[in-house]
């Protein structure tokens, strides 16, 4: 089961309109720290574009 980081969602909301660069930041910090949905994989790919190999 994966955990669910009920605090650090609290503290970061993903805004309605946000950009790709906060929908990857948003993504990239939640998987550090939450483990309730995975990355999607086309935000992966873009991720892929940014930080090669990571
Ligand atoms: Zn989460």
Do not use: Y
């Amino acid at each position: 089961m994966k955990k669910f980081n009920k605090d650090w969602h609290l503290a970061h909301v993903m805004p309605k309109n946000a950009s790709l660069e906060q929908r990857i930041a948003w993504h990239l910090e939640h998987h550090e720290n939450c483990g309730c949905r995975p990355i999607p994989p086309k935000l992966l790919i873009e991720i892929n574009k940014i930080q090669p190999g990571k």
